[in-house]
Every structure is written in C-alpha cells, then in structure tokens.
C-alpha cells in the first residue's frame, strides 16, 4: 500500500540556520568571528570544501558554493606566506559567492583578512574542535536537512525501542491508541504530522514538526503537552520507522490475517515498511495488540518467527501421522470381517 502524501526537498537552508543549530541541538562550540549574521548567505549541498588549492592560486575547479573549512593545513599555509601574498590568496577566496568560512581547531584570521571577509558580506566561524570532527557533524547535519522528506497524517511511537506509525482515516482513534501506549510507559515521538526522513537506501527516521512537538489533540479533550504531562521519559525528538499499523474499521468483505504467513507493506519514500492492518471494533484493545506487534517484530529481528515455528508443528504433525498410515489401515482392515 502506497502513501498518498508527496515528498520533498529544501533547496537550501541559511547559513544562520546551520550556525544556530549546530549550537543548540549539536550543542557544537562556535561562534562568529565577524559581524556578518548569515541570513542571506545559502547553504544548498551537502558536501564540504577545504580550499587549499584556491589559496595556492588554482581556481578552475573551485566549488565554491560549499561550506568553507579552514584548518590547519589551510591556516599554515596562510601563516608561511608573506603579509602581501597572504591577503591576495585570501581575496583570491572570498571574491568567490561563497556561503561561509570556518576555522577549525581555534584557528585565527588576521584583522585584515577578517575585514576583508566583513567587507566583502562573508561569514566567518570558529570552533575548537578538529576539522575531521567538525565535518562529520556538519555533514551530517546537511544530510538531514537535505535529505528526501514526506509529511505522513498518523502518529508515531516507540514501542519497546520499535517505531510504530499508526495510521487510518481522520477519528479512527490513532491519537487515543498512542496517548494508551504513553500512559503505559512507551515514549510518543510525533502525534498527528508526522515528518519521515530517508536517511539511507532503507533507513526512514520520523520525527514531528516544530510547532506541535509533543503536543497532541485528543477529539473531545483537546490539546494536551505530553511532556509537561508525563514527563522528558514520555517523549522522543526522533525514532526510526519500523512497522506501520493501519487502523480501519472493520470491513466483513476484508480478508484479514490470521496466522501471519502473508506479509502487507506500506511504502513511504520508495522503502517498503512491514505493515499490519488491525479491524478496529468495539471493546478491542488496539493498544495491547500495539505492544504485542512491537515484541512479534522483536522476536522475528532475533530469529523467531511464531508463524514459520506453527507451520513447521504442523508440517511435522502431518508428517508424523501420515508415515504410519499404511500400517493402522492395515491394522483397522484386519477386523473388517463379512
């Protein structure tokens, strides 16, 4: 079963944007060292650049619409340079539209070449950390925010460390399962919207959006703040996409499984999730089914399969039964006198 809803793709993100995360949610140590804010300046790949050959004088190849990383390789090669060669290479730089510049492992610009970078409207940061550890955080940071996305109508929980996406029609009860499951102890991840992000060929990662983080609408109730209710235990900012529950009502002409041999899929950002179709009736309990289709997944991950276990009983009881066949037959046939 495909989803509806169309995917997505930012363009670009600002480079106050990038800087600013990296501060809160990275908690990463840098600051600015000129007065340039980075409102207007875009940020549009993933890939980094260290312009070593830039500052040697080589600019035919320059990609020079990347984040700029300075380190120490860059900054000696600098420091080695008369003061007049020195200003030029860095000019050589920064008459190119490039987002930003960063020095990596407290590294330092003279006042000249900083004023020549506030003049020309670059941003310019710095960070004590190594360039190696720096980039590997940026880039990942920009994998994210570039990667394909897809807003999904549903709920998502982590069930035992499962992510489950609920999903249904509008008032099929998907919000009131999950706030059961959070009352239960399990943790509520994004409720009503929630965004998935492919991170890799069969990775999909979900999270809620910004301004309804954690809060969810209960039809009759209204709003409530998980958090503020149930405490930081109740809530994730991001889980993985594992197995998707369709709720629906039931459906007399639906064939729903019963032994678990036939296996339903629910594509999101061409990855093909598991998926288990639950008939929703009066008095049945959705959230305990929840729980156990979380644990089922578990058991499988580790090599159990309740399913495949029941059909070989019964493969072996069939068998069992039949290889003495001939001789009860014969046994049975013994007695039929005329």
Not at 293 to 303: D, K, Y
Request: glycine share 8%; net charge negative.
């Amino acid at each position: 079963m495909p989803d509806t809803s169309k995917a997505f793709k930012k363009e670009s993100i600002t480079v106050a944007f990038m800087v600013e995360h990296l501060r809160t949610a990275a908690g990463i140590d840098i600051e600015s060292v000129n007065d340039v804010s980075g409102e207007d300046r875009l940020v549009t790949e993933v890939d980094l650049h260290r312009p070593g050959l830039v500052l040697a004088g080589y600019t035919d190849l320059f990609t020079h619409q990347r984040v700029q990383i300075l380190g120490n390789t860059e900054n000696r090669f600098l420091q080695h340079q008369p003061v007049t060669a020195r200003r030029k290479a860095f000019e050589t730089l920064i008459s190119f539209p490039v987002p930003c510049i960063v020095l990596t492992v407290n590294n330092a610009l003279d006042g000249e070449m900083v004023d020549m970078a506030t003049r020309q409207g670059v941003p310019v940061f710095r960070t004590p950390l190594q360039s190696i550890d720096f980039m590997a955080i940026l880039r990942d940071f920009l994998n994210d925010q570039f990667a394909l996305q897809q807003t999904i109508h549903g709920s998502l929980v982590a069930v035992y460390g499962i992510g489950l996406l609920l999903v249904g029609k509008s008032g099929i009860g998907k919000s009131e399962v999950a706030l059961d499951l959070v009352e239960r102890g399990h943790r509520l991840v994004a409720d009503d919207v929630v965004i998935v992000t492919r991170k890799e060929e069969q990775v999909l990662m979900g999270a809620g959006t910004d301004l309804a983080q954690h809060f969810m609408e209960v039809r009759g109730l209204g709003l409530v703040d998980i958090r503020a209710m149930f405490g930081i235990r109740a809530i994730r900012f991001r889980k993985r996409v594992e197995i998707v529950v369709h709720m629906e009502l039931w459906d007399t002409e639906e064939e729903y499984t019963r032994l678990g041999m036939v296996s339903d899929t629910f594509s999101v950002l061409g990855v093909e999730l598991p998926m288990v179709k639950i008939p929703v009736t009066p008095g049945k309990n959705i959230t305990v089914i929840c729980e156990v289709i979380a644990m089922n997944h578990l058991l499988r991950s580790a090599g159990y399969d309740p399913a495949e276990v029941f059909a070989k009983r019964l493969a072996d009881h069939i068998r069992s039964r039949g290889s003495d066949m001939p001789a009860r037959m014969i046994e049975y046939f013994q007695h039929d006198y005329e």
